[in-house]
């Protein structure tokens, strides 16, 4: 009985090492994942920083400045774009930015009153299974984007709110904070709210042909920015929730080892003092 339970615990240790080699994997793939995307957004952010600052000038030196893209053109509907991720196996990650989307598609009146761009694998699924409108669906480019994919999604956001089809753009994706910390967020994108007390520290260009053709332009560059940063940050937030999550699990189950090997040890222990006790009440029967 001893040997049959002995030979069990060995083979659920020999499960959770082999489970455990999987989940170590997983976190070095996800650090190394990590570290990139990381590079990747520190490399774009300068740029659309510098776009922001530009129509925050513009603003703040023409006070009574109107652009389609600083008020609401339409009425009704709002555009959602939800960014998450490709995998699962990332903790909350997934799950956490989804119920963030749901709360505010509640609150602006369900389904029929947003229509859902959605980007990564997992946005993709949630979406189409709940049978949303969507007005794009991008499974691949959580991990993968370039600038000019950004670029085409913002030109169709743009156009579409300018005819105003769309009352309000909102962007939700997951915010890196720390390797330990990734919050989900949202963020307005149409129609563009500027930090309206900036102050101007330098002299101002002059814009040619004029600052509000300048800041008409600018503004899909910046949704275009909004979208690839969110989509790096995004990415990295679902890299470090993986590797917090394997990690996680590598203890785990090294503790499951552990103990285990524990009750293996004693379940060995019990059977030798089995065998003793019989050989002694053997010899002892024989005299």
Known sequence: MASGNMK??????????????????????ASSKLRKAKEKA???????????????????ENPSFLSPFTRKVGEGKSLLVVI?????????FNS???KLAQ????????????????????????FGKREFNMLGSYPDFSENIRIHQANDIAGEIVDKYVKGIYERVELFYTEYVSSITQQAVTKKMLPVELDGQKKVSKAL????????????HI???????MIFGACVESFASEQASRRNAMENASDNA??????????????????????????VGGANSAE
């Open 254 to 279: 090294s503790e499951m080892i552990s103990s285990l090997s524990l009750m293996y040890n004693r379940a060995r222990q019990a059977s030798i003092t089995q065998e003793i006790t019989e050989i």
């Open 205 to 216: 260009p002059i814009y040619e042909p004029s600052a509000g053709q300048v800041f008409n």
């Open 42 to 60: 520190d490399k774009a952010r300068p740029y659309f920083d510098a776009l922001y600052e530009t129509m925050c000038e513009i603003q703040a």
């Open 219 to 225: 503004v899909p560059r910046y949704v275009t920015g």
């Open 84 to 92: 998450a991720g490709d995998r699962g196996l990332a903790g909350g």
């Open 8 to 29: 069990d615990i060995k083979r659920r240790i020999k499960s959770v090492e082999s489970t455990m080699q999987i989940t170590k994997a997983m976190e070095l793939v």
């Open 103 to 126: 709360a505010r598609i509640d609150e602006l009146g369900g389904k029929d009153k947003t229509d859902i761009i959605a980007i990564g694998k997992k946005a993709v699924e949630y």
């Open 96 to 98: 956490n930015i989804f």
